[in-house]
């Protein structure tokens, strides 16, 4: 948004969590909320825009709406997965919610809070061929190939690369010729992993690294490890065979054993999973245990043609219901006519009260 010619009030998202916010995080964003709050007094605006995060996004939803700001949603709130008693708060702290995933839309319309589905981003632009074949090309051309994926957040690289790494080794011992490559997000996250890799046990023999090029690594991969999040849709958009896991800390841990029943609403936590409406790919989430049962997935997808070829059937579905949508412009098409509703509705106003 920088680079397109927003101005950055403030920034948030270097050191985002998932899970239980410490004390420190709350305060950083209830100082951030506060001069969030003095900027819009100064410069008054016709629509906000949250994305995704309730916990983050909600507080500064009232402070938009108690100046009379209209609120579009983009990247519905995952209230249909957890805390659904949130959908009340969501009814009135917003005018619409942009959907991402296709079954959303009818579950917020269900529970009347007005949504529309305009596809991903994800899937706005067909991939280059070419350009990923050539990158694909600097790695190792044996079989089987082994992508690690082990995310983006600190915390999730911090609590799942080891996991990933130890699961590629037991893999790399029981098939020789097995190859892998690990996709660093940024060059950052590439220097962080190395050295993770360097204090437990040192760098795996046959295992590459890449940073920015994810794209790449799945045209290029047969079988990805991947942490849980957006990452496993671009990894479903090429129909690579996957397995996801997603290490939890201790709080997390704590919470979920204590509240399964009564805060989670979903049996699947993945996208291919939910879109699919079933268990299309194996499923470590939240995840308590050793790298024992995402070598057993793996080494399965691996040793069966069969197993393999069924998951990219399955996952060619998912993809087929994001055909014909473009998600960027279906939803600046949303919120320029919500902008020109407002607009046409305060010109309305002034010419009343003349």
Not at 86 to 113: G, M, Q, S
Not at 148 to 158: A, F, K, V
Not at 307 to 316: D, G, M, N, P, V
Request: glycine share 6%; hydrophobic share 45%.
């Amino acid at each position: 948004m920088g680079a397109a010619g927003a101005t950055i009030v403030e920034s948030t998202g270097d050191d985002a969590v998932m899970g239980m916010p410490g004390i420190e995080k709350i305060r950083e964003h209830r100082r951030i909320n506060e001069r969030i709050a003095a900027w819009l007094d100064a410069n008054p605006v016709a629509i906000h825009v949250p994305v995704d995060s309730p916990a983050a996004n909600f507080p500064i939803c009232k402070i938009a709406k108690a100046r009379g700001v209209r609120v579009v949603h983009l990247v519905a709130p995952q209230v249909w997965a957890w805390g659904s008693w949130r959908i009340h708060k969501l009814r009135k702290l917003t005018d619409h919610v942009i959907c991402l995933l296709p079954f959303e839309e009818a579950w917020f319309a269900e529970r009347n809070v007005k949504a529309t589905f305009v596809g991903h981003p994800l899937f706005d632009h067909v991939l280059d061929s070419i350009k990923l074949d050539s990158e694909a090309s600097t790695l190792d051309s044996t079989h089987p190939r082994i992508a690690l994926m082990p995310g983006s957040r600190p915390g999730e690289i911090q609590r799942n690369f080891p996991l990933l790494l130890e699961a590629f080794r037991r893999l790399k011992s029981d098939h020789p010729a097995l190859v892998g490559c690990v996709a660093a997000t940024t060059p950052r996250v590439e220097q962080t992993l190395r050295s993770m890799a360097s204090d437990d046990g040192g760098w795996p023999a046959g295992l590459s690294m890449l940073s920015g090029r994810t794209d790449a690594i799945v045209r290029w991969c047969d079988l990805a490890l991947v942490v849980s999040g957006t990452v496993t849709l671009q990894i479903a958009k090429q129909c690579k065979p996957m397995v996801i896991v997603y290490k939890s800390g201790l709080m997390d841990r704590i919470i979920y054993t204590l509240a399964r029943d009564v805060l989670f609403t979903t049996d699947h936590f993945t996208l291919p999973n939910l879109i699919a409406g079933r268990e299309i790919v194996p499923e470590l989430v939240p995840h308590f245990g050793d790298a024992e049962p995402i070598v057993r997935h793996a080494s399965d997808l691996l040793e069966s043609p069969d197993l393999a070829a069924r998951q990219r059937a399955e996952l060619e579905r998912v993809v087929s219901q994001f055909a014909n949508k473009n998600a960027s412009v279906l939803a600046a098409m949303l919120i320029a006519k919500t902008v020109d509703e407002t607009c046409a509705r305060e010109t309305n106003a002034a010419e009343f009260t003349r």
